[in-house]
């Protein structure tokens, strides 16, 4: 079973459009969440989660934990061509240690 | 000064062939990952190393075998490969299996 469930799958916006991507998760032994961008090669690194509420930023991206409601929120806000990218979200749990990906979210920004 | 390094960047070979993949990382990580992700972009954990002892070990076909001689270095060894073998291969490691993944740029093989 899927752990980690985001969506929208895939969505294409003009240059300076804000996006608004969203990461649903399972809470049982939940310690952290992250994300990840990946364009052509190797995911690299862009949040970690792990407290409700507290906005993290870099840049024009941005996201933020609910633990409530189990989702996370990345935004990207005036987009450029480079933002365009596979987003992955993925949390870790107690116990296993275990990082689950979600599917990940195609974000293509055109000219 | 690559941080996690892995070869072949490129693997095409016909069904049946062995293959590995190596991988090495310089960043003092304990732990080391291999991730496979098909051609739907879904990246999911195969095998997880934390000072050369395996720790996680999804449910792989027993013809991958991992091998980490020391804790900077975690091989893949596949053994009799079919066409659903095709994929990305990517290495990663983490300091204290709680931290941020640091990943390779990948392993791409292509099975015939």
């Known amino acids: 079973e899927d752990k980690v469930v985001q969506s929208p799958l895939s969505l294409v916006v003009h240059e300076g459009d804000t996006v608004t991507l969203n990461c649903s998760y399972e809470?049982?032994?939940?310690?952290?969440l992250l994300w990840y961008k990946q364009e052509k090669k190797a995911p690299t690194f862009l949040f970690m989660l792990?407290?409700?509420?507290i906005e993290k930023k870099s840049g024009r991206l941005s996201s933020i934990l609910d633990k409530k409601e189990l989702f996370s929120i990345l935004n990207i806000t005036a987009t450029q061509t480079g933002d365009s990218a596979i987003y992955l979200c993925?949390?870790?749990?107690?116990?296993?240690?275990?990082?689950?990906f979600g599917k990940g979210n195609q974000v293509v920004v055109i000219p | 000064d690559t941080a996690v390094s892995q070869t072949p960047k490129y693997l095409v070979t016909q069904m049946g062939n062995d293959k590995s993949i190596k991988c090495e990382q310089n960043?003092?990580?304990?732990?080391m990952y291999w991730y496979k992700q098909d051609s739907k972009k879904f990246l999911k954990i195969m095998f997880s190393?934390?000072?050369?002892?395996?720790?996680i070990n999804e449910t792989v076909p027993n013809r991958f075998s991992p091998k980490s001689p020391d804790k900077a270095h975690l091989n893949l060894h596949i053994n009799s490969l079919e066409l659903g073998d095709s994929a990305v291969y990517f290495c990663?490691?983490?300091?204290?299996?709680?931290?941020?993944?640091?990943f390779g740029e990948g392993s791409r093989l292509t099975v015939l």
């Open positions: 990663a490691s983490s300091q204290n299996r709680a931290g941020e993944l640091f």
């Open positions: 809470v049982t032994n939940f310690r952290s």
């Open positions: 792990t407290s409700s509420g």
């Open positions: 993925a949390s870790l749990y107690y116990g296993n240690n275990r990082l689950a």
């Open positions: 960043l003092g990580h304990d732990t």
């Open positions: 190393y934390n000072n050369k002892e395996l720790i």
